[in-house]
């Protein structure tokens, strides 16, 4: 499939929108004002600057897609649109879009126009549930809040199940009004609004732990950015709290946690503000992740979703009376996550996300109970090569005292366990040759969970392992592994993945084959983290 993606954030007259949300100039960033010179870098400040406020990078990237480096949406191949008044001096593109562009027209015989790219996806991977959204270097976080972003379902082939097994059919395109489904995509996100219903993002670092500063120049801390956000409101599929009337049958449904920062813990319920943790009323069958279908089909009691993490499932209303209402909670916390056992969301807002209502029985449910179904065989990866070991970090402020967190960072790990922290533009550390098959072990140095996304590839869930930590619950420098706590994934992670949670005082490990050559990146998938700093750069071949 070939998509032309376009930056059309302009107006009317041709000139550009600013962006909706409080951009920070300070970050390392895609950061057009620099020109061709200062474009992907931060730059330098005499006193603490505003907002940026002037046109919007963007390139999109189609997240768990197998696909060549040209069409995987590069941090530093955005685009901004084709306005007329961009102002002189600013770089159009990032320092990646012509050397991309060039790939392209060469492989694919397509030009690119200006304010647009053209991408590629060959499709040639299990049939699952992708998505996309931008991935602009350090403005991520707030493209995606924005808006823009979708799923992206792969269907057929040898990978997928035969037509009528799962409840279908899904939304598509052309639809007759009043089209009933039973394969519906739900993209769980959270948000703030303003009180005229606009967006709410924090315009200040005050809003996340009240440091009012001081900013450059006296400080390396960036005024506008949060490290991480939590909305108090959820949205599903852009609605506020939606409901959906079911019929007493099968329903499929493919979950996406497509917030920012929250990792969500979900669960089916028929008393919404219930005390936590909740019995659940309703098991879900999951069937598959974000690499395609697992083994087996799973009864779980919940959900727990990392950030961009999906999970393909079956929930089963057979039998239940009409009139009858069960509630989508979310027992995940309204902060940063360490594992299971913490805070649970305000049972009031964020920890609930939408009802179903059941109505009468309209249609004959043909497909076959979970427990029966069989489930396509994916092919295994084979044996690893080379094993990697790399690291989570988180660095406080390197002027002021007991401030932070300033970013979080990737990195590897020196022959003495010592982390070795890494920046954006460090130079490639992760090479695989290819076509070879890599574990990388990630170890986690921080005091939270990061979802740990590696584009080009979808990879097994090997094993996590506990690392000795402090009395704060941090992994020790030297790490130093615990003997006897190895435990293989679970029982949700064992199909392909392209996206883990790396849990604090662990580390886990994953194995995966890089069979395209080129540029890409591995990054935590909190968005925030990601924007400053928590990505690196990876080649292949
Ligand atoms: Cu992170």
Excluded at 478 to 483: E, F, G, K, M, R
Aim: include cysteine; proline fraction near 10%; charge should be negative.
């Amino acid at each position: 499939m070939r998509v032309k993606w376009i930056n059309q954030l302009v107006d009317g007259n041709g000139n550009y929108l600013p962006h909706l949300l409080p951009v920070d100039p300070t970050l390392h960033w895609a950061n057009p004002p620099g020109g061709e010179m200062g474009r992907d870098m931060s730059p330098e400040f005499l006193s603490t600057p505003g907002p940026y406020t002037g046109p919007v990078p963007i390139v999109t990237h189609v997240h768990g897609a197998h696909t060549y480096d040209h069409s995987d949406g590069f941090a530093e191949a955005w685009y901004l649109p084709e306005a007329r008044n961009v102002p002189s001096g600013f770089a159009s593109v990032g320092s990646k879009y012509d050397g991309f562009k060039a790939a392209f027209e060469a492989a694919w015989g397509q030009a690119w126009t200006p304010g647009s790219s053209v991408f590629q996806y060959p499709n040639d991977q299990a049939a699952t549930t992708l998505w996309y959204h931008d991935h602009a270097l350090g403005m991520t976080r707030l493209n995606v809040y924005a808006g823009p972003a979708g799923f992206y379902l792969l269907r057929g082939g040898r990978t997928d199940v035969e037509s009528g097994v799962l409840p279908g059919p899904a939304p598509a395109p052309g639809d007759l009004p009043g089209t009933r489904y039973y394969e519906i995509p739900i993209a769980i996100q959270d948000r703030s609004f303003n009180g005229d219903g606009s967006l709410f993002y924090p315009d200040s670092r005050e809003f996340f732990d009240e440091f009012g500063g001081p900013y450059i120049p006296e400080s390396d801390i960036s005024p506008i950015f949060n490290p991480e956000f939590f909305g108090n409101t959820t949205v599903v599929n852009g609605n506020t709290w939606p409901y959906l009337t079911v019929e007493p049958r099968r329903y499929r449904f493919r979950l996406l946690n497509g917030c920012n920062s929250r990792f969500l813990i979900l669960k089916m319920v028929d008393n919404p503000t219930a005390q936590r943790p909740a019995s659940a009323m309703l098991p879900f069958w999951q069937i598959g992740a974000e690499g395609g279908f697992l083994p087996k089909p799973v009864q779980l009691n919940q959900l727990i979703m990392g950030l961009a993490e999906r999970a393909d499932v079956v929930v089963d209303f057979t039998g239940l009376r009409p009139g009858t209402e069960i509630f989508l909670i979310n027992e995940g916390p309204d902060e940063p996550f360490g594992g299971l056992g913490g805070p649970s969301a305000d049972p009031d807002t964020t920890g609930q996300v939408m009802k179903f209502v059941v109505g009468p029985l309209l249609s004959t449910d043909t497909s076959v109970p979970p427990a029966q179904r069989q489930l396509p065989v994916l092919a295994g990866l084979g044996a690893a090569s080379i094993t990697r070991k790399l690291s989570l970090n988180e660095a406080d402020s390197e002027v002021l005292e007991d401030v932070g967190p300033r970013e979080a960072e990737l990195g590897t790990v020196d022959a003495n366990n010592m982390p070795v922290e890494k920046g954006w533009h460090d130079p490639i550390t992760e090479n695989p040759s290819v076509g070879a098959t890599e574990v990388w072990e990630l170890y986690n140095f921080t005091a939270d969970a990061h979802p740990i996304h590696v584009h080009q590839v979808q990879f097994q869930v090997v094993s996590r392992q506990q690392l000795e930590t402090d009395e704060e619950g941090m992994a020790m420098k030297p790490a130093v592994l615990i003997p006897g706590t190895n435990r293989g994934p679970e029982s949700w992670e064992t199909g392909y993945k392209d996206t883990v949670i790396a849990y604090p005082g662990e580390v886990t490990r994953i194995k995966a084959k890089f069979d395209i050559p080129g540029l890409f990146v591995w990054h935590c998938h909190i968005v925030e983290h990601e924007d400053n700093e928590m990505m690196r750069p990876y080649r292949v071949g």
